[in-house]
């Protein structure tokens, strides 16, 4: 059994080919997936050749942590059902070609408990739970269950997050963002650039551009005692000057990737109508342009979310 798949060759060289795809075991399910979704982060990294040391880093490599579509096949010790829609965060079923994180393909074979139901008729935005899990991880870094008064950055990432402090009660953040192409699309919180924001005493900071020499900005924007938690993925040193981080007495954390318990949250947010992930995809490309597709996700401000569409992949 064969399954078109995104491969990266070497960095800077994509392909869609088939690959052998591994055979399901009982505890295993058949996916076939409709949607998988570009991450400008991660993915750019895996494809410029940038990646830190990480597990399992390798070429070639399929990448892809952001997949929806239906089990076709069900193992009788797999807990799950034919016709189940579900969301997965990649898999490693493709032989010698690595998964990483092996979720950008026409078809996939994992474990069923690495599968996590969604709603039916949920579609392409079903790829944004793993954001909005993220997001919420986030959320949750801070001490005290305290909510950012600043998100830095306006992509998909930080609007899910402002939309979540939003929906959990807490007052409209401020967005931080210096591409005007960026600005819009907010809903129920201002974006603006950091040189017209006069405030000097904001008590929490969640910063999402993923800019390792960003602190320094943010620093002098705290109030004594405030707090940063670093939600982007930095894949250069991280650094800041010591005195203006001594002088208010900052707290640093970092949020680490999403829980199972986080992704059932916000699975249910959006189920009652407290999260909304509309007006976050802005772009939906037939995986059979998957070259071009990461191009613009890659290259073009304007393009919030990518998404390949694996429903007429060739």
């Known amino acids: 059994m064969n399954s078109l798949a995104v491969v990266f060759d070497e960095p800077r060289t994509l392909a869609l080919r088939a690959l052998p ?166 809903e129920g919180y201002a974006v603006v650039h950091p040189d017209h924001d006069p405030r000097r005493d904001y008590r929490t900071i969640l910063e999402l551009s993923g800019a390792n020499d960003i602190l320094d900005a943010l620093i002098p924007r705290l109030a004594r005692n405030g707090e940063i938690v670093l939600g982007g993925f930095y894949h250069e040193p991280v650094s800041f000057t010591f005195p203006l981080a001594f002088m208010r007495a900052m707290q640093l954390k970092i949020a680490a990737e999403f829980s199972p318990a986080d992704l059932a949250d916000v699975t249910a947010m959006v189920i009652d109508g407290r999260l909304s992930l509309d007006h976050i995809i802005t772009h939906d490309v037939p995986a059979a342009d998957a070259a071009q597709a990461y191009a613009t996700a890659f290259g073009d401000p304007t393009c919030v979310k990518m998404i390949l569409n694996w429903s007429h992949p060739a």
């Open 21 to 186: 795809l591994d055979e399901p075991g009982d505890a295993d399910v058949l996916i076939a997936v409709r949607y998988t979704g570009i991450s400008t982060g991660t993915e750019r990294l895996l494809y410029t050749g940038t990646m830190p040391p990480f597990p399992g880093l390798g070429y070639p490599l399929v990448p892809g942590y952001e997949s929806v579509g239906v089990i076709t096949h069900a193992g009788p010790q797999s807990g799950r059902s034919v016709g189940d829609e579900v969301f997965v965060a990649g898999a490693r079923c493709f032989g010698a070609t690595r998964g990483l994180f092996g979720g950008a393909a026409e078809k996939l074979v994992v474990a069923g408990d690495k599968t996590h139901r969604i709603p039916a008729g949920l579609g392409a935005r079903g790829v944004l739970l793993s954001l909005a899990a993220t997001a919420l991880h986030a959320l949750r870094t801070h001490a005290n269950g305290a909510l950012p008064e600043l998100i830095v950055g306006h992509g998909s990432l930080a609007r899910l997050a402002a939309r979540l402090v939003i929906s959990l009660g807490g007052p409209a953040p401020v967005a931080w963002e210096i591409n005007p192409a960026r600005v819009s699309g907010a």
